[in-house]
């Protein structure tokens, strides 16, 4: 190869590892996991629709891909994204492939938590309405990146997708990524976003949402004390609340979730390669 060559070669190389690519998370097709669907280089408009929720679409690279979320309870096979472009429709398909989780028991000494009265149930309800809407909110603002840092300094105690046992008895998977630290510990947002909900949940305990644009929304539970409110606009690092042990928990940790088009996915996907060998530790 010539030296000119090869200096086109290394320029080609750079721009197709450069910026956009680096940055998009770690694709893992399977239920409760990321699909990275290509979708070309040309279009102008473009839109794309996931069983019935709009997709984050982000330039890769010379083109653009969609970033979908899968839910955990999906068929395995062929699944289709609806594409708009140029104000046309088009069908892309993408497969799902299987993947097993493992199974958790966990021992709660406050009943409470595992059967509520049927005096909880209405506030229950209402906030698992109030998540939904959030988690389901779309925002056309692209979340500035889709690689983070973790939002707490501590071990992983408990990955994405578990299945749940309380007391023996199943319970809903779990929707997140848990990170056991000391109550106290600062909880930092991951990357920038808009604070769209706060409150103190039944389950979740004391939780922040945060919405980070086209669908990208993370929600950090148990908390101890909340640093921010409805309408705060957060930096990447900016401390928004404390690690505590508020809601239905075994200890102090923080519960993360990460949701793109109204599905919870698996956080350690969207953590960068250092971040995860940092909370890789114990299932
Ligand atoms: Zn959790």
């Known amino acids: 190869m010539s ?5 086109i070669f290394a320029l080609a190389a750079l721009v197709a590892s450069g910026a956009g690519a680096a940055e998009l998370p770690q694709a893992s097709a399977v239920p409760g996991g990321v699909a990275v669907v290509p979708l070309g280089a040309a279009g102008k408009v473009l839109e794309a629709h996931y069983a019935d929720h709009r997709v984050l679409v982000t330039r890769s690279g010379n083109g653009w891909v969609a970033v979908v979320g899968i839910p ?26 299987p993947k097993q989780y493992a199974t958790q028991h966990l021992t709660l000494e406050n009943k409470r938590m595992v059967n509520p009265y049927a005096k909880d149930m209405p506030r229950i309800i209402a906030e698992q309405r109030r998540a939904r809407t959030v988690f389901t909110t779309w925002r056309d603002a692209s979340p500035s990146q889709l690689r983070f840092a973790a939002p707490v300094d501590g071990r992983n105690s408990g990955t994405f997708g578990l299945r749940r046992f309380f007391n023996g008895e199943p319970r809903k998977p779990h ?6 630290a000391p109550t106290g510990t600062p909880v930092r947002a991951p990357v920038p976003g808009r604070v769209t909900e706060t409150g103190d949940y039944f389950f979740n305990g004391k939780t922040v949402f945060l919405d980070h644009g086209q669908g990208l929304v993370t929600m950090y539970c148990h908390l101890d004390s909340i640093d921010v409110q409805v309408g705060d606009e957060v930096d990447a690092g900016q401390i928004i609340a404390t690690v505590g042990a508020t809601g239905r928990v075994t200890g102090p940790h923080l519960h993360w979730t990460v949701s793109l088009n109204g599905t919870a996915v698996d956080p350690a996907l969207f953590l960068l390669p250092a971040e995860m060998a940092a909370v890789a530790g114990e299932e």
Do not use: N, P, W
Request: cysteine-free.
């Open 175 to 180: 929707s997140g990524m848990d990170i056991a």
């Open 72 to 97: 955990l309870q999906t068929s395995i096979g062929a699944h289709e994204l609806r594409v708009v472009r140029d104000g046309r429709e088009e069908r892309l398909s993408f497969q799902v492939a």
């Open 3 to 7: 030296m000119f060559k090869s200096v």
